[in-house]
């Protein structure tokens, strides 16, 4: 019997407002490069995936500033190939300093997908635990209080709070511990396959991939879901 669902945060509940792809563009024609918000979309996507494989072997709180720094340059570059644009690691750095530029300048925050408050709100009522378990080296307490999660969750665990990432098992047991639940009764929410899927299962949690806009062609072993509210039907029409 399922008794919790964990949920991975970007990407699964939250995503930026405004769009990624949006500023990723403009950052990009400000250093002469037009580029296609559909393309991007599929180019973050990659690059995404890029990021979380990578960190699999040596997470960020393992790699000095100047590692960092490189990792972030080659995911810019990932960004950009994905549209079909090479460019030098000082050119991805240059666009990426503009990126961020943009973001404060546009007040980017994070906003809940309309699905996620619907969702979390159906999940409680039929009594189970909800929890958070997600890649985070920076406190968004303040984030996860004005988006309302602090108070429809009941187990926030973060790789900030932990000292483990996924796809550490560790931070898994985390969760499971501070629910009170064992692995069979638990499932996870997330978007990234290495991270959310490979990581749930090596804890012994069933992993429910969302894919929202069905980039994970690919993805064949596990369950999928176009929204957060397919989790209740997943819960309801899965053989335990």
């Known amino acids: 019997m399922i008794k919790a669902v964990f949920f991975d945060f970007f990407n699964t509940l939250a995503n930026y407002h405004p769009p990624r792809e949006q500023l990723q563009a403009a950052a990009c024609r400000e250093c002469g490069i037009e580029v296609e918000l559909q393309a991007l979309r599929e180019a973050l996507f990659a690059a995404d995936q890029f990021y979380d494989e990578n960190i699999v072997h040596v997470p960020l709180s393992k790699r000095s500033a100047a590692e960092k720094m490189a990792l972030y340059a080659r995911y810019e570059a990932k960004i950009l190939e994905g549209v079909g644009v090479e460019v030098s690691e000082e050119v991805a750095l240059n ?12 007040g980017a925050r994070f906003v809940l997908f309309d699905d996620a408050e619907p969702a979390l709100a159906q999940l409680k009522r039929r009594g189970l635990l909800l929890g958070l378990i997600s890649n985070i080296d920076r406190d968004l307490s303040s984030t996860y209080e004005e988006l309302g999660l602090s108070s429809r969750l009941d187990v926030l665990v973060t790789s900030l709070v932990v000292g483990a990432a996924k796809p550490d098992p560790a931070i898994f047991r985390a969760a499971l511990e501070r629910a009170g639940v064992h692995a069979a009764e638990a499932i996870h929410v997330g978007d990234m396959y290495h991270s959310d899927v490979l990581g749930a299962r090596s804890a012994g949690i069933r992993p429910l991939l969302i894919d929202r806009d ?27």
């Open 95 to 106: 666009i990426m300093a503009k990126y961020g530029t943009l973001m404060r300048e546009a």
């Open 214 to 240: 069905g980039l994970h062609r690919e993805i064949g072993d596990c369950p999928r879901i176009s929204s957060l509210g397919q989790v209740v039907d997943y819960l309801s029409s899965a053989a335990w």
